[in-house]
Nanobody, 123 residues
């Protein structure tokens, strides 16, 4: 069992930056692929970043590539999402998730989810 707690969300102007953190419980954090997803009102939850167990591989959709960076610190059981050049369309609840699968963008491959943190970008 893995428990995930996100933090770092907030209100920011367009063009600004935020860094989200996700703290995980348990001794097996380093075995999991970690991902960040987001869900805007009335929309489906979508993948925004993923990182493999070691941190050696990452994946992003085109919508955030070059602006968002995922990283992890296995010694601290924490995964991060650095978000730069934020746009109003980035406004959503952001969720951290853990998967036993290899690096994947598929929502249903993720086994554990945090409660989410709100990110609001104003124009």
């Amino acid at each position: 069992q893995v428990q995930l707690i996100e933090s770092g969300g907030g209100l920011v102007q367009a063009g600004g930056s935020l860094r989200l953190s996700c703290a995980a419980s348990g001794r097996t954090f380093s075995r999991y692929t970690m991902g960040w997803f987001r869900q805007a009102p009335g929309k489906e939850r979508e993948f925004v970043a993923g990182i493999n167990y070691s941190g050696g591989r990452t994946d992003y959709p085109d919508s955030v590539k070059g602006r968002f960076t995922i990283s992890r610190d296995n010694a601290k059981n924490t995964v991060y999402l650095q978000m730069n050049s934020l746009k109003p369309e980035d406004t959503a609840v952001y969720y951290c998730a853990a998967s036993r699968a290899t690096l994947t963008t598929t929502l249903y491959d993720y086994d554990y989810w945090g409660q989410g943190t709100q990110v609001t970008v104003t124009s």
